[in-house]
Each structure stands twice: as structure tokens, then as C-alpha cells.
């Protein structure tokens, strides 16, 4: 058995080998997955357009799979839209976007998975396994994987009922019945939270432990399926720049894993659809809290209307609109004006009215200067 992760010809992602020379009899002895030139004349024969556009034996068009498809992706929203969100002090009427972006994130991950499953049936060789993948993580493994170098591993095969501490479930085991291969698949719809943190070490880790075990546990759970190779893959929905080096793969690439061409390009079109459906959503939540926000801005206003008190002045977040001198002067005239309508007995009631329909207690409103601090004048 060996334990590989998988590999391309245009790069290797941690590729576990014994020596060059063992390496060397094995290319001689088997092809390699995904070797250029290998059954060329079935792939002719197997499609009808020209062999330099193909790369695999098998494909398959978006036209053929749309329907299956979209109602992949109708099921998605309505499991979206289902979901119940919970009040929140915090978010207040925007509780439900909130809800929609936290549902979005998990729904693509299980929409990508369903998807991989539904293409991988033009590849007639290619079994998906999508349910009870729980996988031990063998103690044994652990160790081994801690204490030595992955390429040093090769050919370690382990009990799958040994000791373990604790499990891993990937999102997919895809096994080529043909090479006798199985690939470990873990489907992110984004890698861009993983950057600065241990979490990518710590799944290569598990995944790799797994490898280990997998050729045992497909033999008790799967009716005898027997592999002789595992690969493992970290496949990121969102297509950025790949490293093979370490294990990533963009989702652009997957024609490789399935050898089926045409994948990918079945991918891209799946997550444009949906987030075009996604986006509408958002949209019209967005409207929802926006509208409820304004209807209350407009009660309150009418009931500040309606009462006794002064609406306050408006603050300037970006700093005082005029200088020192003209606010200085502002104030002045505002006294002048106070000076002028404590005058008002004088004058009589034959021009003002009665002084005491007047409110002399109302406060006046005051500018405030709200912005950057500034450094204090010198005395």
C-alpha cells in the first residue's frame, strides 16, 4: 500500500516515496493518475472533438447537468431561507443578514460536495463516498506523523480498529476503482481564513493520519474495496493560486482528481449561479432592515415633534463646519438675540402677544465640536 497525497505532472503535493529508483519501477510497472498521453485512443473514441483539447477520457458539459444542478442550488437557498434567526441586542433589524451570511457559508460547502458527487458519475470508474466517513485517528498514526517526516511513511498501513484519539470526517473519499486509488477531499469554500493561523497544519495532519488507516477501513466498510494507494487533497471553492507543495488545490483543478474534463468548468458556473441567488437574498434583506430603520427614525422624529423639547443640533462627525473667530461670533449673536427677547414687556402686548405664552425656560442649543483630538495651544 502506498500512502501518497496526489499528484500532477505539472506538480507534486507532498508526495510520499521510498527512494527514485522504487519511484522509477512503479511509473514503469503502472501509470501514474493523470499521466498526459494515456489512453489516447480511447479518449478519441470515447468523444467526438479533437484530441488536443482533451485531457481525459471522460466529459461532461454544463448543458448536461444543469438541471440536476440548479436544483442543487434551489435546495441550497431554500435551506437558507429556512433557517430561524435568533433576536440580538447587538444586530438589532440586521439579525437576519447576519443569519443569511453565517447559513450562506455552511450551504456552499455541502452544495460544492453535492455537486463534485453528481459530476463524478461520468467518470464510471470514480466512486464518491459522501455518507458516514468517520475516520479514526489511530494513536499510532499520530505519533508516527509527529516524530517523522510524511516522506518516510510510504507503505505504512494501520488497523483501523487500533487505539485512536479521536476522528476526522472529510468531506469526500473518491476512490478510482481502475487504479485501485482513493483520494481524501476536504472541500473549503475559502482558504482565506486559514492564512494566519494553525488550523490548514493541524487538518493536513488528520488527513494525513487517516491515509494511513483508509486502506483497512475500506476493506471492513465498504464490501471488500481494496486500494493500494491514498492521496489526500485540500481543495479551496474559491480558486485561489494553488500549493501543491503543501496540499492545496484550487477547485479549478479538479478535472485532475476526477479525470473527467469539463468539471471545473461545470464548478464555476454552479457558484455563479448561486451567488447571484445568494446576492439577491442579501438584497432584499438589506431593503427589509433598511426600511424598518427609516420607519422608525421617522416615529421618532414625529413624537420629538410633537413633544416640548428642542431637537438637539446635529453633530459633525468630520469636525466643526466653520472656524474658532465664526463660531465665537455665532455665540455672540445668539446672546444678542436672548438680550433682545428679554425686552419683549417693553414692547407690549400689542406686538408680541402676552410674555407669558412665551417658553423662557426652553434651553438653547448648543454646537458641539466632535472630531480628531488636537494638540492643546501653548499659554
Not at 66 to 77: P, Q, T, V
Not at 211 to 232: F, G, H, Q, S
Request: with cysteine; proline share 5%; glycine share 6%.
Amino acid at each position: 500500500m502506498s500512502t501518497n497525497t496526489i499528484s500532477v505532472p505539472y506538480g507534486e503535493v507532498l508526495r510520499s516515496i521510498i527512494n527514485t529508483a522504487e519511484a522509477a519501477a512503479a511509473a514503469a510497472s503502472r501509470s501514474r493518475p493523470f499521466a498526459f498521453g494515456r489512453n489516447t485512443v480511447q479518449a478519441v473514441a470515447s468523444v467526438h472533438e479533437p484530441a488536443v483539447l482533451r485531457r481525459h477520457p471522460h466529459l461532461v458539459r454544463f448543458a448536461d447537468v444543469e438541471a440536476d444542478l440548479d436544483l442543487l442550488i434551489d435546495r441550497a437557498i431554500a435551506a437558507i431561507v429556512d433557517g430561524d434567526p435568533t433576536e440580538d441586542e447587538i444586530l438589532g433589524h440586521y439579525v437576519n443578514i447576519a443569519s443569511l451570511v453565517r447559513a450562506v457559508s455552511f450551504r456552499e460547502g455541502k452544495l460544492l460536495e453535492q455537486a463534485v458527487d453528481r459530476l463524478a458519475k461520468a467518470n464510471p470508474n470514480v466512486l464518491v463516498l459522501t455518507q458516514s466517513l468517520k475516520l479514526p485517528l489511530v494513536k499510532a498514526a499520530m505519533e508516527a506523523l509527529s516524530g517523522n517526516d510524511w516522506t518516510s511513511l510510504d507503505g505504512v498501513k494501520l488497523d483501523c480498529e487500533a487505539p485512536a484519539k479521536g476522528s476526522y470526517t472529510p468531506d469526500l473519499i473518491v476512490v478510482n476503482r481502475a487504479r485501485h486509488t482513493a483520494y481524501i477531499l476536504d472541500l473549503k469554500r475559502s482558504l482565506a481564513s486559514y492564512g494566519d493561523t494553525s488550523r490548514l497544519e493541524e487538518l493536513k495532519m488528520k488527513m494525513m493520519a487517516s491515509a494511513m488507516v483508509l486502506p483497512d477501513w475500506l476493506y471492513k466498510n465498504y464490501k471488500r474495496l481494496m486500494v493500494d494507494t491514498v492521496e489526500v487533497a485540500i481543495v479551496d471553492g474559491a480558486s485561489r493560486p494553488s500549493d501543491h507543495a503543501n496540499g492545496v488545490w484550487a477547485l479549478s483543478e479538479i478535472d485532475d482528481l476526477l479525470e473527467i474534463d469539463g468539471v471545473a468548468a461545470c464548478m464555476a458556473e454552479l457558484r455563479r449561479r448561486f451567488g447571484r441567488r445568494v446576492q439577491q437574498l442579501l438584497e432584499v434583506e438589506a431593503r427589509k432592515a433598511i426600511g424598518v430603520n427609516e420607519q422608525v427614525v421617522t416615529v421618532a422624529a414625529e413624537e420629538v415633534g410633537h413633544s416640548s423639547v428642542p431637537i438637539p443640533s446635529q453633530i459633525n462627525l468630520n469636525g466643526p463646519g466653520r472656524t474658532f473667530e465664526e463660531d465665537q461670533a455665532a455665540r455672540l449673536g445668539e446672546d444678542d438675540l436672548a438680550r433682545d427677547d428679554r425686552t419683549c414687556d417693553d414692547l407690549g402686548a400689542d406686538v408680541f402677544g402676552p410674555c407669558d405664552e412665551i417658553e423662557d425656560d426652553a434651553p438653547t442649543p448648543v454646537f458641539f465640536r466632535v472630531g480628531y483630538a488636537r494638540r492643546p495651544a501653548a499659554h
